[in-house]
């Protein structure tokens, strides 16, 4: 009787065994890989892993086969290192729109204008999400093949409030830039004529559009009145702030060159193209702001010129921070385990340092601009379905192009 019940309890005292035995040995194992707080393991280090070198081999070998027609395109137009291809990427967003006002007739049908804008806008805001904001918090990687990320929430949270920036740098630029041209119409209309607002960063040029109607007046566009711009033409001192709004939006432009291009050739490149679909049709409304605030034709293409030497300041600024906050010797190598410990030599104890941080502030600005800026006024200016339905397309027009190129690089 002794014998059968050892017998069926034998295999219970092998399991309870088992059990001791493989909890001593994973605290082993615990305590020997857990390492001490000063030990260093760097990216590089969890790179050549087996798996992620496996990873990265069958990587290359796809990419390799696959070859991408963009990645040619864009290795012809920025040949160079990422400090000059971003003074190059500068080069291609402020000459060329600025010569197209060359071609461009002093008043523009304000249908073709918006449409236009839609596509600049699906554009720009299809960078921010396809492009800007995942690199934000993901990074670039320089190199060819797989790589392995260590998500650290914190790091997370000043990525994403470094967004917030941006977007509310914009608001607070905007913002002053209506209370400067309220208070300047102020002086120069006495009388108390209503100004009308637009959503732009233009809005205080166009407030002196309104002609002195009765009150049926009062949700009348500003193109409508362009012919009697002597009685309601913007004044010069709405032309000098728009100008000097479009000065600092264009060095936002040269930091986003700056930043992109340093963070990859391929994030520099698609961020190139949508900030060129953006300047086109935001040079052409600025410059009939100026000539219908009385610039000759030569003089407002002058005056934008004079602007797009922001963009230049701006890219040389990015330059100049990612110079002075990147380590060479120990860029792209951070040490995980300060990361984890919240002792890395970035903010807060994080690895997050200040060159890290141009890209989502740009990406902040950008979608203020595109959703903040840009889409009330079209918003406002929906009287026509078929102009609704071209605005729409060429919305997606301008997503799909994006899509395509964050799709094939």
């Given at each position: 009787m002794s014998m059968s019940r050892s017998r069926h309890l034998l295999p219970l005292y092998l399991a309870l065994v088992l059990v001791v035995c493989a909890s001593v040995s994973a605290s082993v194992v615990h305590e020997k890989s857990t390492p001490p707080a000063g030990s260093v393991i760097t990216d590089a280090d969890v790179a050549s892993c087996a798996p992620i070198a496996a990873l990265s081999a069958l990587k290359i070998e796809a990419e390799s086969e696959a070859g991408s027609l963009l990645r040619t395109v864009f290795g012809v137009l920025f040949p160079f290192g990422p400090g000059w291809n971003s003074v190059l990427g500068t080069f291609y967003i402020s000459s060329v729109p600025n010569?197209?006002?060359?071609?461009?007739?002093?008043?523009?049908?304000?249908?073709?204008l918006n449409t236009m804008t839609a596509f600049a806008t699906g554009g720009l805001l299809s960078d921010v999400f396809l492009h800007l904001v995942p690199h934000s918090f993901t990074g670039e990687s320089q190199a060819s093949g797989a790589r392995f990320i260590l998500v650290d929430e914190k790091r997370n949270i000043l990525i994403g409030l470094a967004t917030f920036g941006g977007f509310a740098a914009f608001f607070v630029m905007e913002k002053t830039l209506r209370v400067l041209g309220a208070e300047g119409h102020d002086h120069s209309h006495a009388d108390g004529d209503e100004h009308a607002t637009t959503t732009a960063v233009e809005a205080?040029?166009?407030?002196?559009?309104?002609?002195?109607?009765?009150?049926?007046?009062?949700?009348?566009?500003?193109?409508?009145?362009?012919?009697?711009?002597?009685?309601?033409?913007?004044?010069?001192?709405?032309?000098?702030?728009?100008?000097?709004?479009?000065?600092?939006?264009?060095?936002?432009?040269?930091?986003?060159?700056?930043?992109?291009f340093y963070s990859s050739p391929l994030i520099g490149a698609t961020t190139t193209l949508a900030c060129f679909a953006h300047e086109i049709p935001h040079e052409i409304a600025d410059y009939s702001i100026l000539v219908r605030a009385g610039f000759s034709k030569r003089q407002a293409m002058m005056s934008q010129f004079g602007t797009a030497v922001g963009a230049f300041v701006g890219t040389f600024l990015g330059i100049a921070i990612h110079n002075i906050s990147s380590d060479p010797s120990s860029e792209h190598q951070h040490n995980l385990v300060d990361a984890i410990l919240g002792t890395a030599k970035g903010y807060l104890g994080t690895t997050v340092l200040a060159g890290d941080l141009v890209?989502?502030?740009?990406?902040?600005?950008?979608?203020?601009?595109?959703?903040?800026?840009?889409?009330?006024?079209?918003?406002?200016?929906?009287?026509?379905?078929?102009?609704?339905?071209?605005?729409?397309?060429?919305?997606?027009?301008?997503?799909?192009?994006?899509?395509?190129?964050?799709?094939?690089?």
């Open positions: 010569l197209i006002l060359a071609f461009i007739p002093a008043q523009i049908a304000p249908n073709t205080s040029d166009a407030s002196g559009l309104r002609q002195r109607k009765g009150a049926k007046d009062e949700h009348e566009h500003a193109h409508e009145h362009e012919h009697e711009k002597a009685k309601g033409g913007p004044s010069k001192l709405s032309a000098y702030l728009n100008l000097f709004g479009d000065f600092v939006h264009n060095i936002t432009d040269g930091l986003a060159m700056a930043a992109s890209i989502p502030f740009v990406a902040g600005g950008f979608l203020y601009i595109g959703a903040v800026a840009v889409l009330p006024s079209l918003l406002e200016e929906s009287k026509s379905g078929v102009q609704a339905v071209r605005e729409f397309g060429a919305m997606a027009v301008g997503v799909g192009c994006m899509f395509l190129v964050a799709w094939n690089e």
